[in-house]
Each structure stands twice: as structure tokens, then as C-alpha cells.
């Protein structure tokens, strides 16, 4: 059973593919990858990821915590950034983390 965690801060977006993931502080005070339910690939997405994790896992590899983070309406309420507030409007309730790897770093088919 995955662990439920409120996200209190927005740390900061990654650019990297159309999903615009976030690292987000949460209530446990741990940083955590979150991906939003309100991002354009859906929900359904959320749902692959989730899969594919405790597929991982269940083979033996080392695949960070999965977690349901809690987004709050006021959590985007003063980003500057109208995209960013726009995916966390439409993300309020329940949406899917990972825990953060500090250091890691995206991959590169050409390494």
C-alpha cells in the first residue's frame, strides 16, 4: 500500500518532457518527483507509472518510493508562472510521486 503525503512547498519545475514534473516539498519533509493527474497525458498516465513501479519492484529493482501526494488549491495560488498555476489547478486531490534522487540525473541514450 503506497503512503499518502500533502505537498506544502513547489520547489521547482523540470522542463523535461511534456509532463512538466515538479519536485515538491512534502508534509514529511521529504522532496518528491510529482507527476499531475491535470498534465496533458491524463490520469491514465499516472495510473502506467504507477504500474510499471510495482512491476519494477516486484523484479528486484531498485525503484525510488511510490507515493500519492495530496496537491492543495493554494499550493499553486502565487506561482508567477501561469502554465505551472494552470497544471496545479487542474491537479487539486490526489496525484503520483516518486521520491527524489538528489544528484540523478535525466538518461541519455548517447552515454
Keep these: 500500500m ?5 505537498a506544502t512547498r513547489y ?13 515538491l516539498e512534502a508534509d514529511d519533509s521529504g522532496l518528491y518527483v ?12 499516472l495510473l502506467a507509472e504507477l504500474v510499471a513501479g510495482e512491476i519494477g519492484r516486484a523484479l528486484g529493482l531498485r525503484v525510488p518510493e511510490l507515493v500519492f501526494i495530496e496537491i492543495d488549491a493554494a499550493l499553486g495560488r502565487n506561482e ?15 496525484n503520483l510521486a516518486l521520491d527524489y534522487l ?3 540525473t535525466m538518461f541519455d541514450p548517447g552515454r
Design 2 to 6: 503506497l503512503r499518502t503525503v500533502r
Design 80 to 94: 508567477p508562472d501561469a502554465e505551472i498555476r494552470d497544471l496545479l489547478k487542474r491537479s487539486v486531490g490526489l
Design 11 to 23: 520547489v521547482t519545475p523540470l522542463r523535461e518532457g511534456g509532463s512538466l514534473p515538479a519536485i
Design 34 to 45: 510529482a507527476k499531475f493527474r491535470g498534465a496533458g497525458q491524463g490520469p491514465l498516465a
Design 102 to 104: 538528489p544528484g540523478s
